[in-house]
């Protein structure tokens, strides 16, 4: 069964500073991997998705995410981090041929000072 | 705004209390996921239904039910609650009955807080 993995569960940065959210998981092959974002008191909403191909994926809200398959990870990124960026950030998996039932991990909460 | 919509946004009751929380997908969408979130468990998938029919199980309790209805809005029924059940309860919904690559589309879920 797949699994996914979130190390962190707070991330603090400062406003304009770069961020990075950590992601790991564990398949035996190449899952799907997606990134969503729960704003306070809001659903999940998707940042962006990998199936296959280029493993650098651009997301919306200026967020990318990078597969690297050699360390089971897909970590998520922003240049330049908004006020407005502070919410919950949720990675999943979910399984090629396997069960489409995505698995998400724990969530990073974000936090952003001024 | 996703399209899902969800009642009631918050719901508070006693023990022992029977609730049902209901669910509309998006326009067009066929496929109904409950999940439950909260800080012990994190986002656990309870139940799928696709287009009136279930389709899969996940860690849902005997207590708690669900169906779809002809007009593919569905009700998820918690019954003989216990102060466990504390959570916020979210549907999402996916245009097919279930492939990998699916986007969910959540809805703004439903707080329920048993006393």
């Known amino acids: 069964a797949q699994s996914v993995t979130q190390p962190d569960i707070h991330i603090t940065v400062s406003e304009g500073a770069s961020l990075e959210l950590r992601c790991n998981y564990s398949?035996?092959?190449?899952?799907?991997l997606f990134w969503y974002v729960q704003s306070p008191g809001q659903g999940l909403q998707l940042l962006l998705k990998?199936?296959?191909?280029?493993?650098l994926v651009q997301g919306i809200k200026g967020f990318e995410a990078e597969f690297k398959r050699s360390q089971s990870s897909f970590n998520l990124r922003k240049p330049s981090v908004h006020w407005s960026d502070a919410a919950e950030y949720f990675c999943?998996?979910?399984?090629?041929?396997?069960?489409?039932?995505?698995?998400f991990g724990r969530g990073t909460s974000l936090i952003v000072h001024p | 705004d996703s399209g899902v919509t969800q009642t009631p946004k918050h719901l508070i009751t006693a023990t022992g209390q029977r609730v049902t929380l209901r669910c509309s997908p998006r326009?067009?969408?066929?496929?109904v996921y409950w999940y439950q979130q909260s800080l012990d468990q994190g986002l656990q998938f309870l139940i799928h239904y696709y287009n009136g029919e279930e389709r899969a199980k996940g860690n849902i309790l005997e207590r708690f039910s669900a169906q779809q209805f002809p007009d593919l809005h569905s009700e998820l029924n918690l019954s003989s609650l216990e102060l466990g059940d504390s959570a916020l309860y979210f549907c999402a919904s996916t245009a097919s009955g279930g492939l990998s690559t699916d986007t969910q589309y959540f809805g703004p879920g439903t707080r329920l807080t048993v006393l």
């Open positions: 398949y035996g092959a190449t899952p799907y």
């Open positions: 999943a998996v979910a399984t090629p041929g396997g069960s489409y039932i995505p698995t």
């Open positions: 326009s067009g969408d066929l496929s």
């Open positions: 990998y199936f296959s191909g280029d493993t």
